[in-house]
Nanobody, 115 residues
Framework: QVQLVESGGGSVQPGGSLRLSCAAS????????MGWYRQAPGKERELVAG???????DYTDSVKGRFTISRDNAKNTMYLQMNNLKPEDTAVYYC?????????WGQGTQVTVSS
């Protein structure tokens, strides 16, 4: 069983920054493809950024140049550095891990961008 726990959410003004963390239990973290998703009120959950076990990354167009996904396999932790935040980034952010066809989700952390 893999457990994922997000932290680092909060409220910031437009243009501000936040760093999300996703701590994983278990030794399979380094083998798993990981990703950050978000869900705004009334909208479907969407992929924000992904990082493969080998470290390759991809981003949805709306966050390119502002968000950076990374992982520290020694700490079983994934990060999402979010800069120049915009009101439209407001959502609950979830981390997801995929290993051997199984998906594992965290409980989510709220990010609110408002003046």
């Amino acid at each position: 069983q893999v457990q994922l726990v997000e932290s680092g959410g909060g409220s910031v003004q437009p243009g501000g920054s936040l760093r999300l963390s996703c701590a994983a239990s278990g030794s399979i973290f380094r083998l798993a493809a990981m990703g950050w998703y978000r869900q705004a009120p009334g909208k479907e959950r969407e992929l924000v950024a992904g990082i493969a076990s080998g470290g390759s990354t991809d981003y949805t167009d709306s966050v390119k140049g502002r968000f950076t996904i990374s992982r520290d396999n020694a700490k079983n932790t994934m990060y999402l550095q979010m800069n120049n935040l915009k009101p439209e980034d407001t959502a609950v952010y979830y981390c997801k891990g995929t290993w051997r066809g199984l998906n594992y989700w965290g409980q989510g952390t709220q990010v609110t961008v408002s003046s």
